[in-house]
């Protein structure tokens, strides 16, 4: 973030940069105490301690000139495991230059780091804000309104999936949230420029349109259905009136005791704020999160207005579910396998702008059992960590018909009863489940489980349990698939000791449904003749 939002340039390559790199980091002195003698013993570790040393790794370690950082390490081996034999790998090799034995041709990759030369503005400011209103004030909230544009501009040259979680967790609210809580926020005018340049900047980065319904859904926080952007007009007065609220007693013993002061500034913010919410907060509320739910209140009841058909209605109720959102709250990372594709063109290069919802229910398309695979195959690698084997389409099950269930298995899952489960994906925005998914969330997946539930009636009995799996997918669930997840997630817990495998269960779950909604919809419209086969 840091980099993006810096205007410092790259150093040339040259005698003098390479003299000015040295004159920073120069060589070891001649009179360096030696190296002692390498002794017969020497300190070891074992696996614990390489995994505690992991673990107090600060957020954001930079790696070596190899690229891998402490997080990778992390990631790599959060599930002790199926892990274990990379800990053990890793553990010997850490005894292995603890011994002394490192050969000096190694040691600059191994010991070395990653520098970067760059040419630094002579243009540094003091951390600080602008406690009152006027020319300063504007001028401030001008540059910063420059610095955010730098920042946008720069996002075009990083991934999508990158630059989603950069905007949304780092680079506008939470970058303006100091300024916003200790000074009087921008005019409506500067309010109103740092929305447009970050919507402007947004549909430009994504290559996606917003309408003023769009948009305003966008805004929102997740838990609401939205991105997370926020709005600087909206949020300001609240993070500031919060921010005065918290630290009034600490004025109270700074400011002389003889003299009665009165915070006009911060009288005229709650008066302003009043007048388009109603005397409905006490000034002396020191929780941003309760100045902002009316601001936010109004906007999700306008949203909802805008959007009062039931596919629209279904959608936003539908996308507000955990795993529905989960997907945005993900770290991208290429070798976790967590990071999106940046964007999608059709077969001759052409921009795909369609919605393609067909593509999630159509049964020509092959995404559909793809997805259907995917999911099947998840699943039978959460019982492989729960240790409960289990079979995949297993024959025999039914005697009196062909049907099979996409997994069984082999040792008894509660209560002395084996699990059979079917997987399915009903569409949240299908014809058939729209007027019900319009009205209450999870309908879909709800109508399909009690489908399931009487193809498969002759699974349950004193033996065996059976459990459908139905995933809308806009990532609503039913009740008896939340059970199921809930079940194999403590399970897992139980074992591996780890808390937030539940939470990667959810995240992992979330993001197979994006990666194959998307396949689907492409595929589909990569079949439709008017692209596949273009009129020359």
Known sequence: MRILASTDT???????????????????PLDRKPSPNKESTSVTVNPQQIMLCLRQFPKGTSGGRDGLTPQ?????????????????????????????????????????????ALIEMNDLKFLGSIVCRGKRHDNFWAEKLKDFKHIMSMMTEIGKHDAL??????????????????????????????????????????????????????????????????????LAPSAFLSSAAATAALQDKILPMDVAYQDD??????????????????????????WNEPSLNVSKSKLEELNDSPSDKARLMAVRSELGSAWLRVIPSTACGTRLDNGYRCLFGADVFQLGHHGLSCRLGSGRQARHSAMNDYICKLFQKADIPAVKEPAGLLSESNFRPDGYTLVPWSQGCCLSWDV???????????????????????????????????????????????????GSVDKQTQLFFDNIATKIVEKSGDPNDKIYIKQNISLLLQKFNSFCILENIAKCPSVRDPVH
């Not at 500034?265 to 309760?290: A, H, P």
């Not at 925005?429 to 539930?453: C, H, P, W």
Request: proline share 5%; with cysteine.
């Open 265 to 290: 500034l911060r009288l005229e913010t709650f008066r302003r704020w009043c007048t388009v919410y109603g005397d409905i907060m006490d000034i002396n509320v020191c929780s941003q999160k309760k």
């Open 10 to 28: 790259m150093a040339p390559d040259s005698t003098n940069t390479i003299n000015s790199l040295k004159d920073k980091h120069p060589p070891a």
């Open 424 to 474: 399915t994906f009903p569409h949240t925005l299908a014809e058939r489940y729209i007027n019900y998914t319009a009205m209450e969330q999870g309908s879909a997946a709800v109508k399909a489980a009690d489908f399931k539930n009487t193809k498969y009636k002759d699974l349950n009995d004193n033996t065996r349990v059976f459990v459908p799996i139905c995933v809308e997918t806009f």
């Open 165 to 234: 979680v950069l905007l949304t967790q780092a680079a506008f609210i939470l970058r303006l949230s100091y300024f916003l809580r200790t000074s009087p926020g921008p005019s409506q005018q500067k309010s109103d420029e740092f929305n447009n340049e970050l919507r402007m900047g947004f549909q430009k980065i994504f290559n996606v349109f917003f309408d003023d319904k769009g948009w305003k859904q966008a805004i929102l926080p997740v838990n609401m259905g939205g991105l997370g952007l926020g709005v600087v007009a909206e």
């Open 72 to 116: 990778h390490l992390r990631d790599l081996t959060h599930d002790k495991i199926e892990t274990a034999e990379l800990i053990s790998a890793m553990t010997d090799f850490i005894n292995l230059l603890l011994s002394g034995v490192c050969p000096p041709e190694v040691v600059p990759y191994l010991f070395g780091g990653r520098l970067v």
